[in-house]
């Protein structure tokens, strides 16, 4: 199964409406189950609702004009109503979108990961039951009342990789996103553009919003964790990612995430069985 980071549509067609929206009618929420292979692209589009990508199993990646948001299995993704957008199917997904008015979409304007909680996740269940059997009652409205209560307490997660508008720069994180070396130094990459290090420093912080280690730390996270969710073994995904120490990898991994690798890949695949 491919699990690569490759695929890019940053350049796709011009931003569309949603054919999807329309059927939406008048309802306050709608819930949609997608199961997508491996390496599809949704390309890209916008909606007149705010839209909650859930996964339940698998990694896609959202992709904006300001970067890239990795949502692995027990995550969710908040995207804002009106923002162009698209999806990168990373491994086999089975999702759930949830689209709502603009009103009960948290008071966010911009997009965020969260971890899908334990009563959000039973709450989703039980609405998409109950749409799907066409069932409005009491017990319907309840669900949909308490799962927007709990939308509004969601928890963003760091999931998110910023992107460089600099053609040239991004050209360098992409190519490090697709094959991560965690050798490489900041003198490295400044040499490639031609620029001094504290030159190089200021530019890649004014792109990116973060330093130049921090970032090549969440890339080499954000390749790592498809693999990781798919089940490869944690040597293996540190390898892949060029280090030669187990423990540095997870060191680094726990920085990033707040927990180690294998806890991160047992907790991805509960949740997926559950």
Not at 40 to 51: D, F, G, K, P, T
Not at 77 to 99: F, K, N, W
Not at 235 to 246: D, F, K, P, Q, W
């Amino acid at each position: 199964m491919d699990h690569d980071l490759t695929i890019s549509v940053s350049n796709a067609t011009p931003e569309t409406l949603d054919d999807g929206d329309e059927a939406l009618g008048d309802q306050r929420v709608v819930f949609r189950w997608h199961h997508y292979p491996s390496a599809h692209v949704v390309s890209r589009h916008l909606h007149a609702r705010v839209q909650l990508v859930c996964v339940f199993a698998g990694v896609v990646v959202v992709e904006t004009d300001d970067g890239r948001f990795m949502t692995p299995p027990g995550h969710g993704l908040l995207v804002p109503a009106g923002l162009p957008h698209s999806h990168i199917v990373v491994s086999d997904v089975a999702m759930v979108s949830v689209y709502l008015n603009p009103t009960d979409g948290a008071g966010r304007k911009e997009p965020f990961v969260f971890e899908v909680t334990d009563l959000a996740r039973s709450l989703l269940l039980e609405a998409v039951k109950l749409q799907e059997a066409a069932i409005a009652n009491t017990r319907s409205c309840l669900v949909q009342e308490l799962l927007l209560e709990e939308i509004t307490n969601l928890e963003e997660k760091h999931l998110a990789l910023s992107f460089p508008s600099d053609l040239r720069l991004a050209g360098l994180c992409r190519g490090f996103l697709e094959a991560p070396t965690p050798g490489d130094h900041i003198d490295d990459w400044a040499g490639r553009l031609g620029m001094s290090r504290r030159a190089f420093t200021r530019f890649f912080r004014r792109e990116t919003g973060v330093s130049f280690l921090d970032w090549r730390q969440q890339a080499i996270v954000f390749a790592s964790m498809p693999r990781l969710s798919a089940g490869q073994p944690v040597t293996s995904v540190a390898l892949e990612a060029g280090y030669r120490n187990i423990g540095a990898f997870t060191t680094m991994f726990r920085r990033v995430m707040g927990l180690p690798p294998k806890r991160y890949a047992e907790k991805g695949r509960s949740f997926t069985k559950r």
